[in-house]
């Protein structure tokens, strides 16, 4: 049963964080790194333990940055994936043994709604309590849970009550909690919104609310102003949502600072394109448009898309286009160097919402990406790869695919 907002009398949506995530889960499996400042990866930071956050670091951070805030002490540790989505999986299968109602968010986080359950399961403080219990034993990691009556109070607790924590917002006393809070809490207030809000008088989320929503808009934008009074104001009526398919599915890779050659950066993006393909089919999804990501040197980002004339699923063809694009940014490459890239495929749908179009073309791609994927699901993904692939990561004796 959904219950929306305006019939909701307990704080009855939860959301469950988990607690630096990746850096819990290596302090979970190595006993030695618990209590040290630990950073997950090396050229950027891509998680902190609580130890390291509280000397400074944060996410995204440069790894010398982040180890001379360390003052020595830093553990840093190469990411292990694999590690993290079995984590994951764990925690998402208390979720939902707890209520069927789940959200995820993300790998780490995700909404609950245990309205109705008082009789079976007692009051969401009660229920929340359990939850984190559960995961501490069951699956060795920390985990912070903020109980209210909507999404964003919910968020917005759990974000308050961390590390390792329970907060509810409760009912009636929503503005009491918000009011003293930092602009920053609110959904859509970023550095730049924040500083213009700060020239303008405005710290709390009470001075916005103060303001209110005409005279936000005119500072701010009508949509921009209707957004963040409504929130100021504890207003959210999202329901907690389920069985939402994804609209986009990427993956990037950290390359690092050192210099790398263009034939090793197109390598790594092919690398991915045969990893997102395999996930897209696997989801049974199409996809209309590839969207490049890179960072460079100096830390700034480019994104470039394209849209593909026909939904598809082919690794070729999504290959082809990422290849264009990473064609068009060589000359940003060759300048400002890389140290990521990543790779997305959006505006993804069904094979149902797609046009029969007639076959002129063989379908000896599909037959190979089919047959790809069956040897990497039954023998490992390096069980095939591609030549260009040949003694990076684990492929050295596996059957090559064509470039």
């Not at 959904?187 to 710290?203: S, Y």
């Amino acid at each position: 049963m959904r219950i929306e907002q305006r019939e909701r009398v307990e704080a009855s949506i939860l959301h469950a964080d988990l607690d630096s995530f990746y850096a819990s889960v290596e302090q979970r499996d190595d006993p030695s790194l618990r209590g040290r400042p630990v950073l997950v990866g090396g050229g950027v930071v891509l998680a902190a333990s609580y130890e390291a956050k509280a000397l400074g670091v944060h996410t995204p951070m440069p790894g010398f940055q982040a180890r001379a805030l360390c003052r020595g002490a830093a553990v840093v540790v190469r990411p292990r994936f694999p590690a993290y989505v079995e984590a994951s999986r764990a925690v998402f299968d208390v979720f939902h043994d707890t209520t069927p109602l789940v959200e995820g968010i993300s790998v780490d986080e995700a909404f609950l709604d245990v309205a109705g359950l008082r009789r079976v399961s007692g009051t969401p403080v009660q229920i929340a309590t359990r939850l984190r219990r559960r995961i501490r034993d069951e699956v060795g990691l920390p985990i912070t849970v903020g109980a209210a009556r909507s999404k964003f109070l919910a968020k917005v607790a759990s974000a308050v009550g961390k590390p390792d924590g329970l907060l509810e917002v409760p009912p009636g006393g929503e503005l009491e909690f918000l009011h003293p809070l930092p602009v920053r809490r609110l959904w859509g207030v970023g550095a730049k919104t924040e500083a213009r809000l700060a020239d303008a008088g405005i710290a709390t989320v009470g001075d916005l609310a103060a303001l209110g929503e005409e005279n936000l808009s005119h500072l701010l934008g009508r949509g921009s102003g209707r957004h963040l009074y409504a929130l100021s104001m504890a207003r959210d009526p999202r329901r907690v949502q389920t069985g939402r398919r994804r609209k986009s599915i990427g993956a990037q890779r950290a390359l690092g600072r050192r210099i790398k050659d263009e034939a090793e950066i197109e390598s790594t993006l092919m690398a991915i394109v045969d990893g997102l393909g395999k996930r897209l089919r696997t989801a049974d999804r199409l996809c209309r448009t590839v969207v490049l990501r890179l960072r460079f040197d100096d830390f700034e980002r480019v994104t470039r898309s394209r849209s593909i004339g026909e939904p598809t699923d082919s690794t070729a063809a999504i290959l082809a286009v990422a290849r264009g694009l990473f064609d068009d940014a060589l000359p940003l490459l060759r300048d400002r160097g890389c140290t990521l890239i990543g790779l997305s495929l959006t505006n993804l749908c069904g094979h149902d919402a797609v046009q029969l179009v007639l076959p002129f073309d063989d379908d000896h791609d599909a037959d190979l990406d089919l047959a790809v994927d069956d040897l990497r699901t039954r023998f490992g993904r390096d069980a095939i790869t591609r030549g260009r692939l040949v003694g990076r990561r684990h492929g050295d004796d596996a059957p090559m695919l064509p470039d």
